[in-house]
C-alpha cells in the first residue's frame, strides 16, 4: 500500500497554492495538503499537523520564507523543505543551501515540483526500511 | 480591494494576478542580480486602480528631482506599458553597477541610455512575458524607448491625449541593492479597456485550474 | 513581372509584397527574418556584407548553423521570447561584444545594436525579424568627440590654473551684434585686486568702469571706445575706489577683435600698479630732496629759486638770497670723522629749517654749502635773518662734547641786470668769501645795487 505523505504548503497567494495542491494532487493523489498563509500560521500548523514535506513561499508578509524554514529546521533537521520562488538569486540560494533547503522554481509546474517531490520522497524512504 | 469591487473584480482574480506579477518581477529581479552580481530586494507588487492624475502626483513626490524611465508598450489582447523608472540621480549606479566598473567614468554617461535600455528590456521582457504565457495572452511587445529626464506625461501619455480623469490600473514593485545603491521601481499601466480583458483572461485561466 | 532578388526569382507578380522585398533587400539594415522553425527565411544584401554569408548559404538555414554555436545565450533567448510571446528585445555591441560575428566593410569587428522584433504572419504563427544597426562611425565619432572634450578640459583646466595665479586680472568679454555683452572668461585674480566676488563679476561685463574714479572715467571710456572702434590696442592708468576705503591704481591694457561668428571679442588685463605709482612718487620726492638732510637737494632747489626769481621779476617784489657755508667743515670731517661731519649737517638743516618761514625755500647746495630763497625780502630784512640763523647756528649743540659749528652767511638781493638767480646767487657767494676772510662765524651782505 502506498503510504500516505502530507505536504504543508504556506504561501500568502491562493492561486500559488491551488497550483502548488495541483501539482501534489498530480504526482500523487492519495497524498494530503496542508496549507497556511503566512509564516506564524505554517509553523502552527507544522507543530499540529507533522507533514512529511514542507514547501514554503519566499516572499511573503510577516517572516520570509528563509526565515520559516530555519525555524523548522530547528525542530526537524532531516524534513524536505523546499522554497517556492521566481527570484532564485544567488545570495538567497547561499542561505538555502546552508539550511538544506531545495528550490522550485515559480511558475510551477508539475515537473518541477514532481521533481523535488521525487526527491524528497527517497530521501525520506532512505531512512526507514526497505519493503 | 474596494476598487476592483466596483469593477467587479472577485478577491480571487485579484490575488491571481497579484502572484502572476510576482512571478514576473521574480524572474526579472533574477536577471538583474545576475547583472549587478549583486542580491536585488524588491517590495510586494502594488496593484490599485487610480486616476492618472493620482499616479502622477505620486511619482512626482517620489521623484522630486525628476526621473529616467525605460519604457516599452504592448498590445495585442492587452494594450499598455510597462516601465521601468529611476529617480535621475540613482540611474547612474545601476549603469555603474551593470558594466562592474570596466568602463571609465565619463563613458558611463554615454551609455547610459544603451545600458538602462537593455536592461529595462531584460526586466520588462520578463514581467511581460510572465504574463502573457501564464494567461495565454497573444500580445507583441515594442523595443524599448529611453527618456532621461522625462516629463511624467511622456510617462503617461501612451499613444493617447493626457487625460487625468482616466483611470488606470497600476501596479508598481520597488526594487533596490544595498551595495551598488540601485533603486528604481517597475510600473505598468493598463487603460480600463484593457482592464477587463485582463479581468476575463484571469478568469478562464482560474476556471482552468481549479 | 518577375522580381530577382540578387539573381534569384522571388516573387512572379508585381505586387506590393514583391516592391517591399526590394527594399528590404537594398536597405543599410542588416536584416534577417526567421520563419517559424526558427530557418532564415529572409536574408538582405547587407547581412550578406556584414556576415560573408551570401542568400543561398543562408535560406533555410538555422542561425547557430550559419555561425556554429558562436551565438550569444541572451540572442537565442531572445529570438525565443520573441515567437512565444512577442517580445521585442534589444541588444548593444558595448554590454555584449559579439552577439555575432560580423564584420564591417573595412574588415574589422562591426559594431552594433541588434533588435529582434517578432513578426505576427497570417496563418503561420510567430516569425522573428532581425535588425542590426552598424554603429561603428558613431563609435568612433563618439570617442574622438570624446577626446576633444577631454583636451579641451585639460586646456582649460591649463589655463585656469596659469591665470588664477597670476597677479593680473584677464578679462575677455563678449559682445554680440545686438549689444549684449557676456564674460566669456574671468581669472581669479579679480577677487584680489577688486574685493569683487569673483561669481558676481562673472555676470558684471562693466564691473571694472563701475570702480574707476569719478575723474578718471571719462579717459577710461575714450581708450575702450577707441579700441573697439581701431581694434588698435590701449592701456590707460586709472584709479579705482575699492569700496570707499582705499584708491588703487590700475593700468588696464585693452584689445578688441571679431571672432568667427561676427561677434566682438575684448580682451583686457589689468595690473595693480598702486606700488609703482607710490615708489614713482618716492622717486620723484627723492629727485628733488637731498637724502642726507632731507632738505632740497641742489637741483630742485635751484629750480625753485629759480621760479622764485621769474615770479618776484614779473611782480617786481625784492627776492633775496643767503647762501650758508659751515666753518671749519673739513676740520670737523677730519678730527670727528665723516659720519659726525654727515650729523653736524643734518642737525644744522633742521635747525635752519625751523627757523624759516613757509615761503622760503631751503636747500643744500652741496658740500656744506646751503642755500636759503626769500621771497619778499629786500637785503636788509634779509640780512636780518640771516644774523638770526647765524646766531642760531652758534649757540646749538652739535654734540655731547660740546662741539660747536659756526656758519659763514653771505645775503645778495636780485638787482635787476641780474638774467637769473645765478647771477644773485654768485654775488652771495663773493660774500661767504668776504665773510670767511672776515674770521668766519658773521654774515656779510652784498649791498651793491647795480
Known amino acids: 500500500m502506498e503510504s500516505q505523505r502530507t505536504v504543508l504548503v504556506v504561501d500568502d497567494s491562493k492561486l500559488a497554492r491551488i497550483m502548488l495542491q495541483k501539482a501534489i494532487s498530480h504526482y500523487n493523489s492519495n497524498w494530503k495538503v496542508t496549507v497556511a498563509n503566512n509564516g ?37 533537521r532531516s524534513i524536505p523543505i523546499a522554497l517556492c520562488t521566481a527570484n532564485i538569486q544567488e545570495a538567497i540560494k547561499k542561505q538555502a543551501a546552508l539550511l538544506d533547503v531545495s528550490f522550485v522554481a515559480k511558475p510551477v509546474s508539475e515537473t518541477n515540483v514532481g521533481h523535488f517531490l521525487e526527491k524528497s520522497e527517497i530521501a525520506i524512504n532512505g531512512t526507514e526500511p526497505h519493503e | 480591494m474596494n476598487e476592483f469591487s466596483r469593477l467587479s473584480w472577485s478577491g480571487d482574480q ?42 502622477s502626483e505620486e511619482l512626482l513626490s517620489q521623484n522630486p528631482e525628476g526621473m529616467s524611465f525605460v519604457f516599452q508598450d504592448f498590445c495585442g489582447s492587452i494594450n499598455g506599458r510597462s516601465a521601468l523608472i529611476f529617480p535621475i540621480k540613482k540611474s547612474f549606479n545601476l549603469v555603474k553597477a551593470l558594466l562592474n566598473n570596466v568602463v571609465a567614468d565619463d563613458e558611463m554617461t554615454e551609455m547610459e541610455q544603451e545600458a538602462l535600455s537593455e536592461v529595462g528590456n531584460v526586466i520588462l521582457n520578463a514581467c511581460i512575458a510572465t504574463l502573457a ?17 522625462g516629463a511624467v506625461n511622456v ?42 480583458k485582463l479581468r476575463i483572461s484571469l478568469e478562464q485561466f482560474l476556471q482552468k485550474i481549479m | 513581372m518577375k522580381l530577382m532578388v540578387q539573381d534569384n526569382p522571388v516573387i512572379e507578380d508585381n505586387s506590393l509584397a514583391a516592391i517591399l522585398l526590394t527594399i528590404f533587400d537594398k536597405t543599410e539594415i542588416g536584416g534577417i527574418v526567421l520563419n517559424c522553425d526558427r530557418r532564415v527565411a529572409i536574408w538582405n544584401q547587407k547581412m550578406t556584407s556584414f556576415s560573408g554569408i551570401t542568400q543561398d548559404e543562408a535560406y533555410g538555414e538555422t542561425l547557430d548553423t550559419l555561425f556554429e554555436n558562436t551565438l550569444l545565450i541572451r540572442f537565442t533567448k531572445a529570438i525565443d521570447q520573441a515567437m512565444r510571446s512577442g517580445m521585442s528585445s534589444v541588444l548593444t555591441h558595448k554590454f555584449h561584444g559579439l552577439v555575432m560575428p560580423l564584420y564591417n566593410s573595412n574588415g574589422g569587428q562591426l559594431m552594433y545594436t541588434l533588435y529582434v522584433k517578432p513578426l505576427n504572419v497570417v496563418n503561420s504563427g510567430r516569425w522573428c525579424l532581425i535588425e542590426i544597426h552598424d554603429v561603428t562611425n558613431v563609435e568612433e565619432r563618439e570617442s574622438r568627440l570624446r577626446d576633444i572634450t577631454m583636451e579641451r578640459r585639460e586646456s582649460e583646466t591649463r589655463l585656469r590654473l596659469l591665470t588664477d595665479n597670476l597677479p593680473a586680472v584677464i578679462h575677455q568679454v563678449t559682445i554680440s ?9 574671468l581669472s581669479r585674480g579679480v577677487e584680489q585686486l577688486f574685493s569683487i566676488d569673483y561669481e558676481y563679476a562673472c555676470h558684471e561685463p562693466d564691473f571694472l568702469r563701475s570702480y574707476v574714479v ?34 588703487k591704481w590700475v593700468q588696464a591694457f585693452f584689445r578688441a577683435r571679431e571672432n568667427h561668428m561676427g561677434q566682438t571679442i575684448l580682451d583686457g588685463l589689468y595690473l595693480d600698479v598702486t606700488a609703482e605709482k607710490i615708489s614713482e612718487g618716492e622717486l620723484r620726492r627723492h629727485a628733488t630732496i637731498d637724502s642726507l638732510t632731507g632738505i632740497f637737494n641742489r637741483r630742485h632747489l635751484l629750480e625753485l629759486s629759480e621760479r622764485e626769481f621769474k615770479v618776484a621779476c614779473r611782480y617786481a617784489s625784492p627776492l633775496s638770497v643767503l647762501v650758508i657755508d659751515v666753518d671749519h667743515f673739513k676740520q670737523v670731517n677730519d678730527t670727528h670723522g665723516h659720519d659726525k661731519g654727515d650729523e653736524v649737517l643734518t642737525i644744522l638743516a633742521q635747525t635752519i629749517q625751523s627757523a624759516l618761514r613757509q615761503s622760503d625755500v631751503f636747500g643744500r647746495l652741496g658740500g656744506e654749502e646751503f642755500v636759503v630763497s626769500l ?71 652784498d649791498y651793491k645795487i647795480t
Not at chain 1, 49 to 65: A, E, K, Q, R, S
Not at chain 2, 30 to 48: D, G, H, Q, T
Not at chain 3, 214 to 240: G, K, M, P, Q
Open chain 1, 40 to 76: 506564524e500560521d505554517g509553523l502552527t500548523v507544522f507543530e499540529e499537523n507533522n507533514p512529511d514535506i514542507v514547501i514554503v513561499d519566499y516572499h511573503m508578509p510577516g517572516i520570509t520564507g528563509l526565515e520559516l524554514a530555519g525555524k523548522l529546521r530547528q525542530q526537524n
Open chain 3, 214 to 247: 569719478a575723474h578718471d572715467v571719462d579717459r577710461f571710456d575714450e581708450a575702450v571706445s577707441e579700441v573697439l572702434e581701431t581694434f588698435d590696442e590701449r592701456n590707460v592708468v586709472v584709479r579705482i575706489d575699492v569700496h570707499n576705503r582705499s584708491t
Open chain 2, 155 to 196: 510617462l503617461l501619455a501612451g499613444d493617447d491625449v493626457l487625460d487625468h480623469s482616466r483611470t488606470n490600473l497600476f501596479c508598481a514593485v520597488n526594487f533596490k541593492t544595498h551595495q551598488s545603491g540601485i533603486d528604481g521601481y517597475v510600473l505598468f499601466l493598463l487603460e480600463l479597456p484593457s482592464v477587463k
Open chain 3, 375 to 445: 621771497p619778499h625780502a629786500s637785503v636788509s630784512a634779509a640780512y636780518t635773518t640771516a644774523e638770526k640763523l647765524r646766531k642760531m647756528v652758534e649757540k646749538t649743540i652739535f654734540s655731547k662734547k660740546g662741539l660747536s659749528v659756526t656758519v659763514s652767511i653771505g645775503v645778495a638781493e636780485v638787482k635787476p641786470s641780474d638774467k637769473a638767480i645765478s647771477a644773485t646767487l654768485k654775488r652771495a657767494d663773493l660774500a661767504v668769501y668776504e665773510a670767511k676772510r672776515a674770521g668766519r662765524n658773521c654774515v656779510v651782505a
Open chain 2, 133 to 149: 504565457d501564464t494567461l495565454d495572452l497573444h500580445m507583441e511587445v515594442e523595443i524599448p524607448q529611453y527618456v532621461r529626464g
Open chain 3, 177 to 185: 551684434d545686438d549689444g549684449e555683452k557676456e564674460v566669456s572668461f
Open chain 2, 14 to 55: 485579484v490575488d491571481a494576478l497579484t502572484e502572476i506579477m510576482n512571478i514576473g518581477i521574480g524572474v526579472a529581479a533574477k536577471n538583474l542580480s545576475e547583472m549587478v552580481a549583486e542580491e536585488v530586494f524588491l517590495s510586494i507588487p502594488e496593484i490599485r486602480l487610480v486616476s492618472r492624475s493620482n499616479i
